[in-house]
């Protein structure tokens, strides 16, 4: 292992207005950023070329791993075709959009990756505050497995999570005080039915993003 790099952070980076923001925020925070894209199974195999293509125009190393055995150890309808999306958060637990496991993995994954390149902190975009229902956004979880990594190897990682307490419309006001504001709009992908930038409209993810747009240009409009 190489020795600790406390000014490198590694981003978990799946192309989407959360983590694209998180990727710009820890370029503005850290001297060196890497990301990390996972392949988990999703429908739509446009998320890793999105991601892919992001980092590169921001200048990141880009690392990817194919982790699809996630989306096949319990059904959810981001990795299953035969399975209807939940439009909304069912009253007795969450949507079927949630993904089992799916950041516990991913962080594992990424401080054994982040151990193995002398890399310390890790950069998250789990948001506590519009919370779809997914247990593995909430901060209690990210403290505990922050503690549990560590004990697990011996090492001191940080995990970041710049947008753990913000909502939708403060994370575009983010992407626009970091200068992505256009970027973040037009590049990337949020979307359930993998349309990049604005995206179908009509997901749960795309009705969520456009909520938060279309609050920050309100927020924006009466400050003028
Ligand atoms: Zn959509």
Redesign the pocket.
Known sequence: MKPINKETALVVFSGGQDSTTCLFWAKKNFKRVEALTFRYGQKHIKEVETAEQIACDADVPWHFMDVSFIGKLAKNSLTDNSIIMDEKKPVDGPPNTFVPGRNLFFLSIAAVFAREHGISHLVTGVSETDFSGYPDCRDAFIKSLNVSLNLSMDEQFVIHTPLMWIDKAQTWALADELGVFDLVRTKTLT???G?IGK?????P??KLRREGLEKYMRLIREKE
Request: aromatic content about 10%.
């Open positions: 979307c359930y039915n349309i995206g179908c409209g009509e997901c993810a795309c």
